[in-house]
């Protein structure tokens, strides 16, 4: 008898551990949380204030346009294990929904504990004034949902994932606010030296290739004063160009920034012919080299600027 109920016990142990379940009093509390962000600064982010008590993916690349993410069924297994999702918000990463619809995951509906949107006491820029439609082109009828490229808002997007963390681990609350703690202080250095770096370029004026850089510009002092797109997402006509360079060249425009995933080619051309010059940006974590993490992507944007404007 004791032998049978040995070997049903082993059985039962062996399924548990195939499903990922703890087995051992305490094994729970001792398990990280998994968490998925939609885009890489989220997850980098969030392992900042989960610190070794989270394992985060992300399901998309920082070389990636985050409005144009095709859901796949690898998105919906990572999901269907995760205890919470960290999404944007704002329509960013509106796809995510049809991804979390498909992993039957309760815990990160909407509504649910483990779903943490970063936009919550956001002051959202762009904000259209009338109604949107498709003539308008990509308009978000939210506002710009690029916030996370301002490092001065990242106390208030930690704190919702400090928030949204604790809410499906209360009991590890005070290591997320400590490790939260310790990375602003970080974060608070850094910005007084990018700050000082970005004072003598600041009133610069810029085109942009798609309006993703309104939050980092607004937060040091640049003007963002044309786009290469004639609307957001609507490829530019001949005279859109011709118009956009004529008024680089009046106005001295140094500087076209451009996203790893956009028409590098044609940011060059209309650099070219205006006498300056497409920095390829990170627009998020992993973007392109050295971008490694929310500070290092950060780091990579002012520096770049500084030394373009100049």
């Given at each position: 008898?004791?032998t049978?109920t040995?070997?049903?016990?082993g059985?039962?142990?062996?399924?548990?551990?195939?499903?990922?379940?703890?087995f051992?009093?305490?094994?729970?509390?001792?398990?990280?949380?998994r968490?998925?962000?939609?885009?890489?600064?989220?997850?980098?982010?969030?392992?900042?204030?989960g610190g070794?008590?989270?394992?985060?993916?992300?399901?998309?690349?920082?070389?990636q346009?985050?409005?144009?993410?095709?859901?796949?069924?690898?998105?919906m297994l990572?999901?269907?294990?995760?205890?919470?999702v960290?999404?944007?918000?704002l329509?960013?990463?509106a796809?995510?929904?049809?991804?979390?619809?498909?992993?039957?995951?309760?815990e990160?509906?909407?509504?649910?504990?483990g779903?943490?949107?970063?936009?919550?006491?956001i002051?959202?820029?762009?904000?259209?004034?009338?109604?949107?439609?498709?003539s308008?082109?990509?308009?978000?009828?939210?506002?710009?949902?690029?916030?996370s490229?301002?490092?001065?808002?990242?106390?208030?997007?930690t704190?919702n994932?400090?928030?949204g963390?604790?809410?499906?681990?209360?009991?590890?609350?005070?290591?997320?606010?400590?490790n939260?703690?310790?990375?602003?202080?970080?974060l608070?250095?850094?910005m007084?030296?990018?700050?000082?770096t970005?004072?003598?370029?600041r009133g610069s004026?810029?085109v942009?290739?798609?309006?993703?850089?309104?939050?980092?510009?607004?937060?040091?002092?640049?003007?963002?004063?044309?786009?290469?797109?004639?609307?957001?997402?609507?490829?530019p006509?001949?005279?859109?160009?011709?118009?956009?360079?004529?008024?680089?060249?009046?106005?001295?425009?140094?500087?076209?920034?451009v996203?790893?995933?956009?028409?590098i080619?044609?940011?060059?051309?209309?650099?070219?012919?205006?006498?300056?010059?497409?920095l390829v940006?990170?627009?998020?974590?992993?973007?392109?080299?050295?971008?490694?993490n929310?500070?290092?992507?950060?780091d990579?944007?002012?520096?770049?600027?500084?030394?373009?404007?100049r």
């Amino acid at each position: 008898m004791r032998t049978r109920t040995l070997a049903r016990l082993g059985v039962v142990i062996a399924i548990l551990l195939a499903a990922g379940a703890p087995f051992a009093p305490g094994a729970q509390a001792a398990r990280k949380l998994r968490v998925v962000a939609t885009i890489p600064d989220l997850k980098s982010l969030t392992e900042a204030v989960g610190g070794d008590l989270v394992e985060v993916e992300s399901l998309t690349r920082g070389t990636q346009n985050f409005h144009e993410a095709e859901v796949r069924p690898s998105m919906m297994l990572k999901l269907r294990r995760a205890d919470a999702v960290v999404e944007n918000g704002l329509d960013l990463d509106a796809w995510a929904d049809v991804a979390i619809e498909g992993a039957n995951n309760p815990e990160i509906i909407r509504g649910g504990r483990g779903r943490i949107e970063i936009s919550k006491g956001i002051e959202v820029l762009e904000v259209p004034s009338a109604r949107v439609d498709r003539s308008m082109g990509d308009v978000h009828p939210r506002g710009n949902p690029h916030f996370s490229l301002d490092p001065g808002l990242a106390p208030a997007i930690t704190q919702n994932i400090v928030d949204g963390l604790a809410r499906v681990a209360p009991e590890s609350r005070a290591v997320f606010e400590q490790n939260r703690t310790a990375f602003l202080a970080q974060l608070a250095q850094r910005m007084a030296e990018w700050t000082k770096t970005m004072e003598p370029v600041r009133g610069s004026k810029v085109v942009v290739f798609h309006p993703d850089f309104i939050y980092l510009l607004t937060r040091f002092g640049l003007v963002q004063a044309g786009t290469v797109e004639d609307r957001p997402g609507i490829p530019p006509s001949p005279q859109h160009l011709v118009n956009l360079i004529r008024q680089m060249k009046e106005e001295k425009i140094k500087v076209i920034l451009v996203e790893p995933w956009n028409d590098i080619k044609l940011a060059n051309r209309v650099a070219e012919e205006a006498g300056a010059k497409a920095l390829v940006m990170a627009t998020a974590v992993g973007a392109v080299k050295g971008a490694d993490n929310y500070i290092t992507a950060i780091d990579y944007n002012i520096t770049a600027l500084a030394k373009a404007l100049r």
